[in-house]
């Protein structure tokens, strides 16, 4: 089956349990991610990891462990990401198995829809299939919208539109910096409250300007020595501690997704290219030296980090600039040493 835009969101917070696999693919991966983790939620499933390549070496795998007990009880969530051609025999004979225990969420990104993959998710009546396209205009403001309600957050138009915009209509952007909102006004899907411009002035992702991506980046690349000297000019109260962590999250979350691309088989100058005018072009030598000396393994470590040291900047009534100096010496020598 395919879904619309419009039904989707009621799809994975309200998982039909016919279906056994949800396709998402489209551009927006952000956005499929996103889907993929409500379907997680609404499920109260635990998430199992499983390949293209290995399912790839053995099509039976996919439909043995979709029709497997768990161990520890409760329902699972078979994960693939990035779902490739590779799995297009698995899919087949999962669509064709008996009754099963556990569904799949499969995240493929962009693919023509010529792709046999879309074309069986889309023919079969136990899948659902859905194209993430990056929002725009109103429809990204209820975007935001929808994000916020999730964690607890009344949000006006006009305050979507902003949060929309500084996030570049990024839906894991948009969701990382409403948590971080929810969180310094102490919302919750419990006990909901107004989002307004002036908790964005204080803590939002548009604060994120100025030098502090240069000390990201400079982290990233591995520039030990001129990290060092940024830093020693940081003021000494630490205000800017927390917008430069803000920065390194933003240039984490656009390096990781293209890093995927790249380890499912895209050349480098390829998505590079696909980058468009949403990356200056004085920053995208330096991104494509990023995205060849990090993995996404290592990505994704830094950015667990990086969302712990914010976390115990916020809670600090002075936020510390020696925290967050480890913290970016500490990535610098990882770069280095990659």
């Given at each position: 089956m395919k879904a619309s835009k419009q039904s989707i969101g009621r799809s994975v917070d309200q998982p039909d349990p016919r279906v056994r696999l949800y396709f998402f693919h489209g551009p927006d991966e952000a956005q499929s991610r996103a889907l993929a983790a409500r379907l997680l939620e609404a499920l109260g499933a635990t998430k199992f990891q499983m390949s293209s390549s290995s399912i790839k070496g053995d099509a039976a795998s996919l439909t043995d462990e979709a029709g497997a007990i768990s161990l520890f009880g409760g329902t699972r969530l078979l994960w693939i990401e990035p779902a490739t051609k590779d799995i297009e025999a698995a899919v087949v004979a999962l669509l064709e198995a008996p009754a099963l225990e556990s569904p799949v969420a499969a995240i493929a990104g962009a693919l023509p829809k010529t792709s046999p993959l879309?074309?069986?998710?889309?023919?079969?009546?136990?899948?659902?299939?859905?194209?993430?396209?990056?929002?725009?205009?109103?429809?990204?403001?209820?975007?935001?919208?929808?994000?916020?309600?999730?964690?607890?957050?009344?949000?006006?138009?006009?305050?979507?539109?902003?949060?929309?915009?500084?996030?570049?209509?990024?839906?894991?952007?948009?969701?990382?910096?409403?948590?971080?909102?929810?969180?310094?006004?102490?919302?919750?899907?419990?006990?909901?409250?107004?989002?307004?411009?002036?908790?964005?002035?204080?803590?939002g992702a548009d604060n994120s300007e100025g030098n502090f991506l240069r000390l990201a980046d400079l982290a990233l690349a591995g520039e030990v020595e001129e990290l060092t000297g940024e830093l020693a000019h940081l003021p000494a109260g630490g205000s800017e501690?927390?917008?430069v962590v803000r920065s390194l999250q933003r240039r984490l979350l656009m390096l990781a997704p293209a890093r995927a691309r790249i380890e499912r088989g895209e050349r480098l100058d390829a998505v590079m290219t696909s980058f468009g005018k949403t990356l200056f072009w004085k920053d995208k030598s330096k991104v494509?030296?990023?995205?060849?000396?990090?993995?996404?393994?290592?990505?994704?470590?830094?950015?667990?980090?990086?969302?712990?040291l914010?976390?115990?900047?916020?809670?600090?009534?002075?936020?510390?600039?020696?925290?967050?100096?480890?913290?970016?010496?500490?990535?610098?020598?990882?770069?280095?040493?990659?």
């Open positions: 879309v074309k069986l998710a889309e023919a079969s009546p136990v899948s659902l299939a859905f194209a993430a396209y990056p929002p725009e205009g109103q429809d990204a403001e209820r975007m935001v919208i929808d994000v916020g309600r999730r964690f607890g957050l009344k949000i006006s138009p006009p305050v979507a539109a902003r949060l929309a915009d500084s996030s570049g209509n990024d839906q894991a952007i948009v969701t990382q910096e409403i948590q971080k909102l929810a969180l310094f006004i102490d919302a919750s899907p419990q006990a909901p409250k107004e989002l307004d411009h002036g908790a964005i002035d204080e803590v501690a927390i917008p494509q030296r990023m995205l060849g000396k990090w993995n996404a393994e290592d990505l994704a470590t830094v950015a667990e980090r990086a969302g712990k914010e976390r115990s900047l916020i809670f600090t009534p002075a936020p510390e600039v020696d925290a967050l100096g480890e913290e970016l010496l500490a990535i610098a020598r990882k770069a280095r040493s990659l």
